[in-house]
């Protein structure tokens, strides 16, 4: 149990359904993260929320949209996603200060199929 | 351009003996380093660091080696366990952020197989 939970676990969707993804992390840290591991490619780093701000796009489709409404809870929001999209999305917690170097916690994923 | 290359996709190791996972690096800004472990069906769980100001950090059975001229580090595991069975990621980041929080920059991985 590493403090940041995800739900769905599983979840498949056609390409004109909408769906959200959610993450909570219980570790009181202060950012947040979005992650994409595709097969066979390293994670690819999608968004940062620092403190509910975002602070990074690393040039994600406007498709994928997220939302930080607390520094506990992060959402991605899916629509209109193509099957390439298919993937393992990951959530991760940090607790970040400046220049402090700190191990950024993941929660279990989300298997995501697009059908 | 990929900034953080495990060459080696996957390795075997008779359990008892000892397992080394290789990392190289080509960005001299990195200065934060970090290896975990992931299971399937699971998300990576944090293993070991090192700060760039090290060449070495140690955690009961893993040691993690930093060579900053070469931009490698290794993690060794002695003793191997069937346990340590899983994929293994190595992870870099930049020190120094005004207020920003940590971009981790990952490699594609080492499967990690442990032979009884």
């Known amino acids: 149990e590493t403090g940041v939970t995800q739900t769905p676990r599983h979840l498949v969707m056609g390409m004109t359904n909408k769906k959200s993804l959610k993450c909570e992390q219980h570790l009181g840290h202060n950012a947040m993260y979005w992650y994409k591991q595709s097969a066979k490619k390293p994670l690819e780093l999608m968004f940062v929320?620092?403190?509910?701000?975002?602070?990074e796009n690393n040039s994600v489709p406007s498709r994928f949209s997220p939302e930080c409404p607390n520094s506990s809870h992060l959402f991605l929001h899916l629509h209109t996603l193509q099957p390439e999209d298919s993937a393992l999305y990951l959530c991760a917690s940090s607790n970040n200060g400046a220049g402090l170097q700190e191990t950024q916690y993941f929660g279990p994923g989300t298997r995501l199929l697009v059908l | 351009d990929q900034q953080v290359k495990q060459n080696s996709p996957s390795l075997s190791v008779q359990e008892g003996r000892i397992s080394i996972l290789n990392c190289d690096y080509t960005n001299s800004m990195f200065d934060y380093f970090l290896w975990y472990k992931k299971y399937p069906a699971e998300g990576p769980t944090f293993l070991i660091s090192?700060?760039?100001?090290?060449d070495k950090n140690e955690d009961g059975r893993f040691t993690v080696f930093l060579n900053k001229s070469a931009k490698h580090l290794s993690l060794h595991i002695v003793p191997s366990q069937p346990g340590d069975s899983a994929v293994y990621f190595c992870a870099a980041s930049e020190g120094g952020r005004d207020q920003g929080a940590q971009k981790l920059v990952f490699g594609q991985g080492t499967r990690l197989t442990i032979n009884p």
């Open positions: 090192i700060s760039s100001i090290k």
């Open positions: 929320y620092n403190f509910k701000e975002q602070t």
